[in-house]
């Protein structure tokens, strides 16, 4: 954990980097690269310690399908297990995915004033692309057109593109399908992997602590090569341009009002269209998850 074993002052303020050692601001003690307790400053006048248990308190943590995943807590007993909580069916799709093989080009955080939920929601749904979206994806899109296929907890949802239209009435062994579809992986409770024709997109929904509204939406695109030219450069940046339209000029306007409408208890149930089956699928879940919070669904 990114905490002193000494008054709890943060070690890195950085996102991301590379250092042999990790020295705190406050008081100067010292941590190795593998999170052991190297020095105290001035440790003749602090006392006698036994450094060999202050090292910085470990989260389980595991490597899969080129992700780092970890849990949030360093509590006795907490344990990982990346593969039993995707399930085979999601665990092998993603393997086939090959992430491992891919480079983050871009990567942003935001914070919102709205319930993590409410975006989660937002993702599941083919059904508004044609209005919500009118500026951005919605002519490369059929509207409410979609497979959905649950994956235990989680699911997978293919997009048709307008493009796929040139291919009807051919052979689908004799054609590339895939440049034609968008596949959408979702990983109960909060996170999206949507596999475009030439690159993935990566989204978290991340519940602000201690408030109902608040959400850090974690944005990522991955490709499989590193944009070692201007070309690829201006490829890769008009796709996170697209990418932020949709979400901050489109989908967050839309939620944002979705968020206040819905705080008002008097305007009575909501509905989900049987078109709308993954949104169905994720409340499905959450009610069984918090009804068994030992197995989470």
Same mark, same amino acid.
């Given at each position: 954990m990114n905490t002193c074993r000494h008054r709890g002052a943060r070690l890195v303020n950085e996102d991301s980097g590379n250092r042999r050692f990790f020295s705190c601001r406050y008081h100067g003690w010292s941590y190795g690269g593998d999170g052991s307790l190297r020095a105290i400053a001035d440790g003749s006048t602090?006392?006698?310690?036994?450094?060999?248990?202050?090292?910085?308190?470990?989260? =389980?943590?595991?490597?899969?399908?080129?992700?780092?995943?970890?849990?949030?807590?360093?509590?006795?007993?907490?344990?990982?297990?990346?593969?039993?909580?995707?399930?085979?069916?999601?665990?092998?799709?993603?393997?086939?995915?090959?992430?491992?093989?891919?480079?983050?080009?871009?990567?942003?955080?935001?914070?919102?004033?709205?319930?993590?939920?409410?975006?989660?929601?937002?993702?599941?749904?083919?059904?508004?692309?044609?209005?919500?979206?009118?500026?951005?994806?919605?002519?490369?899109?059929?509207?409410?057109?979609?497979?959905?296929? =649950?994956?235990?907890?989680?699911?997978?949802?293919?997009?048709?593109?307008?493009?796929?239209?040139?291919?009807?009435?051919?052979? =689908?062994?004799?054609?590339?399908?895939?440049?034609?579809?968008?596949?959408?992986?979702?990983?109960?409770?909060?996170?999206?992997v949507l596999r475009q024709p030439d690159h993935l997109e990566v989204l978290n929904f991340v519940p602000a602590p201690q408030t109902a509204v608040g959400t850090r939406m974690q944005m990522r695109i991955l490709t499989r090569e590193p944009a070692t030219t201007d070309e690829l450069t201006a490829r890769w940046e008009k796709n996170w341009t697209i990418l932020q339209a949709v979400l901050q000029d489109e989908n967050i306007v839309v939620n944002e009002g979705l968020q206040k409408a819905v705080s008002n208890t008097d305007i009575g149930p909501l509905f989900f269209g049987r078109n709308e089956i993954a949104n169905q699928h994720f409340h499905r879940w959450m009610a069984a998850a918090l009804a068994d919070p030992r197995h989470w669904g």
């Open positions: 602090f006392g006698e310690m036994d450094t060999t248990c202050l090292g910085l308190k470990e989260v =389980p943590a595991e490597e899969r399908h080129g992700f780092v995943w970890a849990v949030d807590s360093a509590a006795p007993g907490r344990k990982i297990d990346v593969g039993e909580w995707l399930g085979p069916d999601l665990d092998a799709s993603l393997g086939a995915m090959e992430m491992d093989r891919y480079h983050c080009h871009r990567a942003g955080d935001f914070d919102l004033e709205i319930n993590w939920k409410v975006l989660m929601d937002a993702f599941l749904d083919g059904y508004h692309i044609a209005y919500a979206h009118t500026g951005t994806v919605a002519p490369y899109f059929h509207n409410n057109a979609q497979t959905w296929q =649950p994956m235990g907890r989680h699911g997978r949802m293919v997009s048709a593109r307008r493009s796929i239209d040139t291919i009807r009435g051919e052979d =689908p062994a004799t054609v590339d399908v895939n440049r034609h579809l968008t596949v959408a992986h979702f990983l109960m409770p909060n996170m999206s």
